[in-house]
């Protein structure tokens, strides 16, 4: 069946622009999670729904950043006047219920220039 | 801030070899998870070891996990140019999200 897709998969913003990434998860999954990337690093938890409710913002790293999920499906990231800092790429995951595997999107790569 | 350290950073070996990865935490887990991510792309999750496990085997990877020394380690055995990549632990706790090193680059010469 289909993956987790993301869109866009590639977003270039002048700095303090507002942009929304848009994730699409596997049907079914409950569970639903954003990543952010840096270049060499591994990914940092940003926040996770379960279902439309956002249980965890906790890595959330400013409040231009914010996320929902209004129908539980379909969960879209919005970072509001980008800064160069937020250059990165990212990933979002989803889950069956339980604790299992994550499976991950492809990305989008942000460059705020 | 990232809680899982891997070692060694980088990693070359011949085709064929086998390929030893570690990985170590700090806090208390659920379970530990271990991903492949190929240049530019997203992650594949590999292998998952819960905390009362001690040994998983899938295919040609082997993890180990110590709970008492807050370790895991992964093994690929007669590893193929296809397999190079970062690989990263990840670890999950009570509250679902994934703390993830910073990975481990391996590179598997022809």
């Known amino acids: 069946g289909a993956g987790v897709s993301q869109s866009p998969r590639y977003k270039v913003a002048k700095r303090g622009q507002d942009v929304a990434l848009r994730c699409d998860p596997i049907s079914g999954h409950v569970s639903l999670f954003w990543y952010q990337q840096a270049l060499g690093q591994g990914p940092e938890f940003l926040t996770y729904f379960q279902n439309e409710a956002q249980l965890d913002k906790s890595g959330l790293p400013s409040d231009r950043f914010f996320a929902e999920r209004p129908e539980g499906s379909v969960s879209t990231l919005k970072i509001q006047r980008t800064q160069q800092e937020d250059s990165a790429v990212y990933l979002c995951?989803?889950?069956?219920?339980?604790?299992?595997?994550?499976?991950f999107g492809p990305g989008t790569r942000l460059t705020v220039t | 801030s990232q809680q899982g350290e891997e070692d060694p950073q980088a990693l070359s070996i011949q085709e064929g070899e086998n390929a030893t990865m570690n990985c170590s935490y700090k806090?208390?887990?659920?379970?530990l998870q271990w991903y492949r991510q190929n240049s530019g792309r997203g992650l594949v999750h590999l292998i998952l070891i819960r905390s009362n496990e001690r040994e998983k085997h899938s295919g040609r990877l082997r993890v180990t996990l110590d709970t008492s020394k807050k370790s895991s380690s992964l093994l690929i055995t007669a590893s193929r140019a296809a397999d190079t990549a970062s690989y990263f632990c990840a670890r999950s706790g009570a509250n679902s999200k994934l703390t993830f090193g910073k990975g481990i680059t391996l590179s598997v010469r022809p």
């Open positions: 806090t208390s887990i659920n379970n």
């Open positions: 995951a989803s889950r069956a219920r339980g604790p299992y595997e994550q499976y």
